[in-house]
């Protein structure tokens, strides 16, 4: 059965910088593009970031574009987000999800909370 | 960016009845549209995708239409598991975006 555990998430200084990962069980992680869905508090869903099962492309929200990286090691399946100079509008759930061969989101973790506040 | 618009913001239905969520394009998306089931607490579930593909395990009393700008989910007859909030999601243009949502409650 397919799973997507997250971690990493928690409280950091408006600044700051924050790692999350994924790591992805019961499928076939290096065969998948993998992507970040973030919720903040009583709101809907934004698209964070997308990345192809090689890791050789990537893509951005604008919201987050030059401030976050994700990549993935595809030994250890698993799935990061780099959240650098964070900002309270970063306050979300992170969600990882996995991608079929379009770019829709058809299998998702539990969802990791980060929190920017001083 | 192409921004969808989901209407009503709220339904409020009793079980049995029929729901009709809304889906509208700021420009055409083809048909590549997906909608997504989230109910509180939990992550959102793939219910639709390309507009009228039932996702895995999805019961037929779910139809998705539309092609365009305009896509309409619909559920012919609400069970209890049903009341969440849909959203919907192109994949057409970078960035990808989604809905602002809908939440089917109990009347």
């Known amino acids: 059965e397919a799973q997507l555990l997250g971690s990493g998430g928690g409280l950091v200084q408006p600044g700051g910088s924050l790692r999350l990962s994924c790591a992805a069980s019961?499928?076939?992680?290096?065969?998948?593009?993998m992507g970040w869905v973030r919720q903040a508090p009583g709101k809907g869903l934004e698209w964070v970031s997308v990345?192809?099962?090689?890791?050789?492309?990537?893509h951005y929200a604008d919201s987050v574009k030059g401030r976050f990286t994700i990549s993935r090691d595809n030994s250890k399946n698993t799935l990061y987000l780099q959240m650098n100079s964070l900002r309270a509008e970063d306050t979300a759930v992170y969600y990882c999800?996995?991608?079929?061969?379009?770019?829709?989101?058809?299998?998702w973790g539990q969802g990791t909370l980060v929190t920017v506040s001083s | 960016e192409i921004v969808l618009t989901q209407s009503p913001a709220t339904l409020s239905l009793s079980p049995g009845e029929r729901a009709t969520l809304s889906c509208r394009a700021s420009?055409?998306?083809?048909?590549?549209l997906a909608w997504y089931q989230q109910k509180p607490g939990q992550a959102p579930r793939l219910f639709m995708y390309?507009?009228?593909n039932r996702a895995t395990g999805i019961p037929a009393r779910f139809s998705g239409s539309g092609s365009g700008t305009d896509f309409t989910l619909t559920i012919s007859s609400l069970e209890p598991e049903d009341f969440a909030v849909y959203y919907c999601?192109?994949?057409?243009?970078?960035?990808?975006?989604f809905g602002g949502g809908t939440k089917v409650e109990i009347k």
């Open positions: 999800a996995k991608v079929p061969g379009v770019y829709y989101f058809d299998f």
């Open positions: 019961g499928f076939s992680f290096s065969s998948c593009a």
């Open positions: 990345i192809t099962d090689g890791g050789g492309t990537t």
């Open positions: 420009q055409s998306v083809s048909s590549y």
């Open positions: 390309d507009a009228s």
């Open positions: 999601q192109q994949r057409s243009n970078w960035p990808l975006t």
